[in-house]
């Protein structure tokens, strides 16, 4: 085969060296009939090409290459050489340029795009800081997810999704390294795992079935069967209602369960420990990552502390009353209240990570277990980056009867959970767990302010499409 060079490696090294290159074209920029710059962009780096009737170029290989559309692709042969004085680069990351013999585009692009890389990968700054009468486009999110291939190539978006492939990486190898085992659990189950409406229903061999809410009923059977920690990673399927920046009908979920020997503040040591590690690692390894998204969506870095803070919902409660905001005692949070509680912990305490522990029961699911001290409340907790929620977790009822009669308190039906309301019945230990959104950590991390950022595909009530 011919040799290839990366665009990355048409560097000072290979002056007077004949290259091959794939990429594709980035800006074409005409000078009269003989004279045009081709930029040709790969893997996050640019290369100027010059193509010069003359250097046995045609008038025709010249025609052919600057009718060439943007974003094709296209293989380039040709002498590197440092651009001379009077005609430097034109905005290349590589020092060098290509001086053409020879090019070949593989595969045409459409000549209209519906967006333009330029445009898709506008930062923030740029239109804050227009010159009076100086017009750009800014593509709002719907265009970009309609047009998600075209807009996947700019540096921000290839940042965020190699980030998000890190941070699913990280949490396998570390709860792998804290003796967690990784389990499958079925997409398609017989019910309800969470309760509550937001379940898509269909027909499975001429029976009604469900798309899992959450791996939460497998991964409790998994512990009844002594694989003492486990861990999932996949898909979690909510047909939720609600359009909001942080909802999807389809994400990623990160799941665990564990035994626990004394409290659920074992679950939570867990939830501790694996985010501390996760974060200073991904603050180590995806410098450049979290730099190229930053240029497109400035953002701070998130503020965490080495020992993550732990509040009770009690606590919490107190905290926005004295800042004046009524919250039921005995009732949810809404949005609102949770953003505002976490400005106040950010405050207090400088943090942006932090843990809400023992909800009043009433607002958890079926399978959480009631505090032994006061049954109002549970053995339960939330975790909130930025203001956000990014994980639920709990203490799980292991008694059969009481699991039973919790179900039927919240509403739900006893038939889809007999297999697993039968685990318990062949004796189970105490245990907990939790479930971590990985889009959510993905958003707030980054600073993203729409959790369809951090989907390549995302799927909202409205879109099914691409
Ligand atoms: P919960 O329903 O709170 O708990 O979900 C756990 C985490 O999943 C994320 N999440 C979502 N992300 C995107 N779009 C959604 N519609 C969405 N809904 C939830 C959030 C949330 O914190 N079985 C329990 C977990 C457990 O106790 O182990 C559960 O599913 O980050």
Known sequence: GREWTKVSSVTEDRINQSVLVRGRVHRTCEFGKKFAFLTVRKGGYTVQCVVRVADGVSAQMFKYATGISKESVVDIEGTVQFPPPDKPLTGASQQVEILVRKIHCISRAAPRLSITFEDASRSESEFQNLEPGKQVVRVNLDTLLNNIVLAMRTPAKQATFRFKGQVKNLFGQLLLSKGFCEIDTPKIIAGTSEGGAAVFKFEYHKRPACLAQSPQLHKQMAICGDFQRVFVVGPVFRAEESDTHMHLCEYTGLDVEMEIYESYSEVMDIVDSLFVEMFDKL???????????????????????????????????????????????????????????????????GTEFYILHRYPLAVRPFYTMPCYDNEAYSNSFDVFMRGEEIISGSQRVHEPELLEARAKECGIELKTLSKYIDAFRFGAPPHGGFGAGLERIVMLFCGLNNIREASLFPRDPRRLEP
């Open 283 to 349: 603050n180590e390894i995806c410098q450049k990552e979290l730099e190229a998204i930053g240029k497109q969506h400035p953002f701070q870095p998130l503020k965490y502390l080495r020992k993550t803070l732990r509040l009770t919902f009690e606590e919490g409660v107190q905290m926005l009353k004295e800042a004046g905001v009524k919250v039921d005692p005995l009732g949810d949070l809404n949005k609102e209240s949770e953003r505002k509680l976490g400005k106040l912990v950010l405050e207090k305490y």
